[in-house]
Structure formats: structure tokens, C-alpha cells
């Protein structure tokens, strides 16, 4: 098996610490499921945090499934990746952020990549049955916007808004396995997530703006461009106000309300900090969402009090 690709250039990709450590054959599968940046499985599953804050009928419930969401999670964001990186491997060779990706270098075959899918669908598959049967049905339909997302990038400027679908899927999901159903409180949150995820991978996608530009991949990055800011600020004003309204529809006590100012001041601190011509601010910011996610879940605990 060749060697992972290492890359002079701008990456993302941390090849060192404990993937280092990995036996030598598991280390391209590892860096293919982007287990070296967990970031991507907390934006994932923080959606499906809110849903048990907001609904779960029990601490223990809650705990419950926080544990099988957060394991889910990780598996079907590295699937995700894998459909993603098979779908991208020969653009992904002309970007220099992601040149040194396991398939885009050679390290891990089409083929291989194709096995380790069905391996990691077949556990995810495992963990979902687990969940009420509302829940399974949804899980099982979020493949379609999965498989969709790498074919969004070649036809609109907004695959941004694909993506928001799939990473925000975790709201209904988490909702209707708590409930066992879903409500307008469900259908206020997993909005309120596209909307959160929309701002937040506009920011991520400026990484890339370049490079995209010359390959023919689309993005609202590249949509929005200079205007990003005023873009930004009304993605993450439509979260604040839909996060209201779940809260409001949930029936949550007063304490909501100023709970929700950490969230909101996060936010704006990111519209106020963005420089989209810099590449390592702008990862940054993308990633200081994981903080913005746990701060909403917070919220919605505390309303419950």
C-alpha cells in the first residue's frame, strides 16, 4: 500500500499524533474517515444533542442515546467522507488542501474504499436498529442526501445547503428517538440546524475558494464571495430566532432565554472575526462551532429546569 502523501502545502489533514501511532495498514482508512479531525462528528451529532436536551423523556434516555448517537456519529461521517472522497478523487488531486486525501493519493484503492463503506454502513446499520422505528426510517432516508452531496458541488452554488440536510439530520432523528415521533418543535430545530450549518460550511468552503474556482467546483463561498459577511450574519440570525421557536413550542421555562445569549454571542463573534482570504482563521472559526452546538444543548437543558 503507498505511503499517505505528505503535502508541502496548505492541509487540514493531521497525519501525526496518535494516527501515527496506528498500525501502518490502518492509517489511510483512519485519515479516509477523517478521525484525525473529530470535528466533522461533533457537527454531526450536535444536532441530535439539542433534540435529547429539548425532548428526552429521562436522563437516563438522554444518556442512552447521546451514547449510540455520538458512536453513530463517527461511523457515518467516515462513511460520508469515503462517498465523498470517491466522488472528488481526481479533483481532490488539484486542491491543495485535500491532495494528500488517502484515495486522492494512492494510498487507499477505489476498491478497498468500496469494502471499508459496506463495513462501516453494516455497524452503523447495527447501532441504528437499536432506535425506535420513526428513527430507523429517518436514518435510513438521510443516505439519499449523503450520496447526493458530492454531485451537489458540479451543479449548484449551493451544495452548502445539501450539506445543512444531511448534518442536520440528526435533529429529527434524535427527536423522534426520543418521542418517538416528530412535532413542530422537531421540525423548528432540524431548521434551525440547516440554517446553523449553511453559515458555518460557507465559512469552511473559503478554504478551498480558489482552487474550487479553477477545477469547477461550486460553492456559496464562491456564490457570496466579499458579500459572505451580510450572508453569514442572516444564516446565523434564522438559527437564533428558529432556536427560539423550538424552544417556545417545546413549552421551555423562561431561564431559555438568557441561556441562549452564550450561542447568539458566539455566532457573532464569528461574523465579526471572518477574513475569508485567510484560510487558517477560516478553519478556525468553522470549527469553533462545536463550542456554539454545546452551548445550544446547554440552553435547552437549562429551559428545562
Keep these: 500500500m503507498p505511503l499517505i502523501r505528505r503535502v508541502s502545502g496548505y492541509t487540514d489533514i493531521r497525519a501525526g499524533g496518535w ?64 462517498v465523498n472522497d470517491l466522488w472528488d478523487r481526481d479533483i481532490d488531486r488539484q486542491v491543495e488542501r485535500t491532495a494528500g486525501r488517502p484515495l486522492a493519493s494512492g494510498a487507499v484503492t477505489p476498491r478497498q474504499a468500496l469494502a471499508f463503506l459496506l463495513a462501516l454502513l ?16 429517518l436514518g435510513v432516508l438521510s443516505l439519499v442526501p449523503i450520496a447526493l452531496y458530492p454531485l451537489a458541488k458540479r451543479v449548484t452554488d449551493w451544495p452548502q445547503a445539501v450539506l445543512g440536510l444531511v448534518f442536520s439530520w440528526a435533529a429529527p432523528t434524535g427527536y423522534a428517538a426520543a418521542t418517538g415521533g416528530l412535532d413542530a418543535a422537531a421540525i423548528a430545530l432540524w431548521a434551525a440546524g440547516f440554517f446553523w450549518i449553511l453559515g458555518y460550511d460557507t465559512i469552511y468552503a473559503h478554504q478551498d475558494r480558489e482552487d474550487d474556482a479553477l477545477v469547477g467546483i461550486r460553492s456559496t463561498a464562491l456564490r457570496f464571495g466579499d458579500r459572505t459577511r451580510p450572508f453569514l450574519a442572516a444564516c446565523y440570525a434564522v438559527t437564533l430566532a428558529l432556536l427560539a421557536l423550538a424552544g ?25 472575526k471572518l477574513d475569508i482570504r485567510d484560510p487558517a482563521l477560516c478553519l478556525r472559526l468553522f470549527k469553533a462551532n462545536r463550542d456554539v452546538g454545546l452551548a445550544i444543548a446547554a440552553a435547552f437543558l437549562i429551559g428545562r429546569l
Design 19 to 82: 494516527v501515527a501511532r496506528l498500525p501502518e495498514g490502518w492509517r489511510p482508512y483512519a485519515l479516509l474517515m477523517r478521525l484525525d479531525r473529530p470535528i466533522g462528528s461533533w457537527l454531526l451529532v450536535l444536532p441530535g444533542f439539542w433534540a435529547f436536551a429539548l425532548a428526552a423523556p429521562s436522563w437516563g434516555r438522554g444518556l442512552w442515546l447521546t451514547f449510540l448517537f455520538g458512536l453513530g456519529a463517527v461511523l457515518m461521517r467516515g462513511a460520508g467522507c469515503v
Design 122 to 137: 453494516a455497524v452503523s446499520f447495527v447501532i441504528l436498529v437499536q432506535l425506535p422505528w420513526a428513527a430507523i426510517l
Design 248 to 272: 417556545a413550542l417545546a413549552g421551555l421555562s423562561w431561564w431559555f432565554a438568557p441561556a441562549l445569549l452564550l450561542p447568539a454571542a458566539l455566532l457573532a463573534r464569528q461574523v465579526v
